[in-house]
């Protein structure tokens, strides 16, 4: 059972050899959002097409309407005859000379490494526009040679251009729709991803907290709140992200540099191999840059369960701490972490800084590349403007996704991590296990026993000692003895929050085992010590939901132990709302309340340990008959330091170093002269 507890504990590391079923049942609580994770697919598989048509839209509007741009071939040249689809996009431009699309040429490799170019680049208009000055005039259009261009007079060329200046209007109104099919694609992507994992996320936390609700109390014991708290929280926080970086993000970025890479082999494979070679810098920077994040990263994680470990301490210690006048040393010791965090922090934030600009750095050598050598391209002929332009776009296609993956990584281990803890967490078992029948008693008389019953907490620190008893149901009976001897183990082992080593409980001659807890607990009542309030109202604290304890009988039963007293002073009276723990409450207070708690529920087995410790002797005087009372037709276990208040009952027991060493009534343990004669003699002497 330790073995269980240091698993989940284990804060940021997963053991080397994950077991990917963690992933199959993590998936389980994503199962039934199946449709909602479809539609996220599908509006990211959308909202990436249309992110990669947008170069192109530019490409288009560029080459074909801003500068389309023509480069001279010789017609008589055999590959006219060779490739009749030139014939068809080719202009005579002269008796040996035909214009052919810059971009057309481009795009048939085959075509332009065969056919002879003659060098200079044209534009073309109509023969009507021609200013006389600039090109010549051949078949009807007029071809203006590329240097020339800059000269024409511009208020002729925005005449000239009318045609083209739709086109680009046409050209603005498909980008904006595209835009908007992007944006409405991107939002519903969003949307439905988020509301997949929100639902699975409160699935899982249910699931949680229902498996921690049922666990036994030792595990509370050992294991730090504030851990199990993080648990239900941000561990659930980061196994999310297991949702939308491995079904989602990590897709769309793997889907984004695959189209990326296959548009830009397209576009020019010979200008890609020279932007490309860029990318194992960032690789290679991107891997490093990871590792060593990771140890900082972990390292912040550490120091900040530290930080909660000593703020947590602090706020609950805090009376402690005043008046043991410590603050000083504690805020040493707040310092100390508080600067390793800092430190931490601090490099966390030096990395990224480091990072982010250096990847930057490589990306934008890159382009710097690109527009070099894709400038040269451009210049020779062999790639239009708008092609360098869409390419540039690209590129940023293909270095953001490998940015963005390496941030995925990172995040999928940790939510890989989270998973583990959190399954760890979920398998735990239950050290009071349910049995799969339980045995059905109906209503218990109440009758408890004891046999050879061994306890102990820590292995080999025995704390119940082949204890035997048998209380008739309807009996009442006492349990003495100092302190640590073992009287409250012996009642938690009623209640069955821990189960004995060997020998057995039983309640109706019914092993506690075979009880389910719930049928079990119904028929018990506890008044403890250190009591526990709800924040709720006092009538809410008595009743705890049960819709047979009505108002009125929840004041009867507060007016029976008089805690009446106390609550018909506060403002609101039985609706005053509790602070945390019931903290405005004095310790006496909330032992009244408790017994009120108790007595509303009307048990079959009554347990009160030290329930009166609190209350001052003259209360403890009026609450005693309470309890005579409640006492009748019950049976009662009660343990209790002031021998005075258990005259009344069937049977003392005396316990000493987790064995019974003497049992009967007050009177004739008075007359053994014993252990319990001892006690009270010290006892009555006192109160003298
Ligand atoms: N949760 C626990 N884990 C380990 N040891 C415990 C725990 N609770 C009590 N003990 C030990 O068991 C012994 C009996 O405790 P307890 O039954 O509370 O004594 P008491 O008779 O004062 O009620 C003590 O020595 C105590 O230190
Ligand atoms: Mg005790």
Known sequence: MSHSHKDFDAEDQYKSGFDISYIRRFLGYAAPQKLYIILALVFLALSSATQLITPNIYRKSIDNYLVPLYTFVDSKDEAFVKFPKLAEVAIPAGDATAAVPTSFLEKNKDISDSIKNKGENHYIFKQESYD??????????????????????????????GTDITG????????????????????????????????????????LFKHLQSLSVSLFNRTPIGKLVTRVTNDIEA????LSTVAVQMLASAGMFIGSLVIVLYINWKLTLVSLAVLPFCVVITIVFRLIVRKVHRELRRILAKINGVLTEEFSGIKMIQSFNQQKRRREEFAEVNASYYKAGFKNVICMGVFGPILDLIRHFGTALIILYGGICVLDGDLTLGSLMAFITYFGHLCNPLMQISNQITQLQSSLAASERIFTLLDTKNEVAQPELPVIVGKPQGEVEFRNVDFSY????????DVSFKIEPGKSIAIVGPTGAGKSSLINLVCRFYDANKGE???????????SNE?????????????????????????????TITREKAIKAAETVCANQFIEKLPHGYDEVMAERGATLSAGEKQLLCFARALAHDPRILILDEATSNVDPATEHLIQDAIDKLMIGRTSMIVAHRLST????????????????????????????????????????RRI
């Open 132 to 161: 006389g000055t600039h090109g010549f005039v051949y078949g009807g259009n007029w071809f203006v040679p590329d240097k020339e261009f800059a000269d024409i007079d511009p208020a002729l060329l925005t005449k000239i251009r």
């Open 168 to 207: 680009l209007k046409r050209m603005f109104c498909l980008f904006l729709l595209v835009l908007a099919v992007h944006a409405l694609a991107d939002y519903f992507h969003r949307l439905t991803l988020e509301i997949a994992s929100q639902r699975t996320m409160y699935s899982l936390r249910m699931a």
């Open 239 to 242: 196994i999310n992200s297991m």
């Open 458 to 465: 820590i292995e080999n620190e025995q704390v119940l000692k």
């Open 505 to 515: 409980v039983l309640l109706d001659g019914v092993n506690v085992k075979d009880w």
């Open 519 to 547: 049928e079990l607990r119904k028929h018990i009542s506890i008044v403890l010590q250190g009591t526990f309030v709800f924040s709720r109202s006092i009538y809410e604290n008595i009743a705890l939901g049960d819709p």
């Open 646 to 685: 258990i005259h009344k009952v069937d049977e003392i027991f005396v316990l000493d170093d987790g064995k019974i060493i003497e049992r009967g009534s007050h009177a004739e343990l008075m007359a053994k002269k014993g252990a319990y004669y001892d006690l009270y003699l010290l006892q009555f002497s």
